[in-house]
């Protein structure tokens, strides 16, 4: 990937093994590392803190791309229609702040894209888009068993009942924007 190109994106739809299986999918996507942000527990948080939701923290993702093979937006695009981004802390059965939707923008651009990408989805859904939109803090990456986590345990009751689905619906809605 050339350098220039290289760009990264934050967000957090749920469970963190969801939405990386989603992009580790997607062309132009180099790497996709499960983490945390968006608390104000001091020091490096574990993720039996985070899932008492009392750091504040949300789970999330850190996405590497190249920008000339897929732009923001369209990263943004997968993530709001491969998950809920109605349901405030919330996808499935996983319930908490540590759950929500948000996208952490990393530069002015990528707020006003965000906005953007936000509003023109809003007419695609029914209820309310709830997503957050607020500036990176310090991203946490998660504990090494968390990373590759769908590539690693396929067969495991979670990823077969929750993120297959999530899965299917990425290729039935974005199969042009999928490595081969």
């Not at 093979?69 to 809920?84: G, P």
């Not at 923008?105 to 997503?131: C, F, W």
């Amino acid at each position: 990937m050339d350098n220039s190109n290289r760009t990264l994106a934050t967000m957090g739809g749920g469970c963190f093994w969801c939405t990386e299986a989603v992009f580790q999918e997607v062309k132009g996507v180099s790497s996709v590392v499960s983490g945390y942000t968006g608390g104000t527990a001091p020091g490096r948080p574990t993720y039996r803190e985070i899932c008492s939701g009392l750091t504040g923290h949300a789970e999330v993702i850190q996405i590497t791309f190249d920008s000339s093979v897929i732009s923001f937006a369209d990263i943004l695009r997968i993530f709001m229609t491969t998950h809920d981004p109605t349901t405030l802390n919330r996808q499935g059965a996983d319930v908490g702040t540590q759950y929500r939707s948000v996208i952490y923008y990393h530069d002015e651009n990528q707020r006003k894209t965000a906005e953007s990408v936000l509003k023109e989805m809003g007419e695609y859904y029914d209820n309310p888009i709830v997503t957050e939109l607020s500036p990176l803090g310090i991203f946490y990456d998660a504990e090494d068993y968390h990373q590759d986590y769908y590539k690693n345990n396929q067969s495991q009751g979670y990823c077969q009942a929750v993120i297959n689905p999530k899965l299917s619906k990425l290729r039935k809605l974005h199969a042009e924007k999928l490595k081969k």
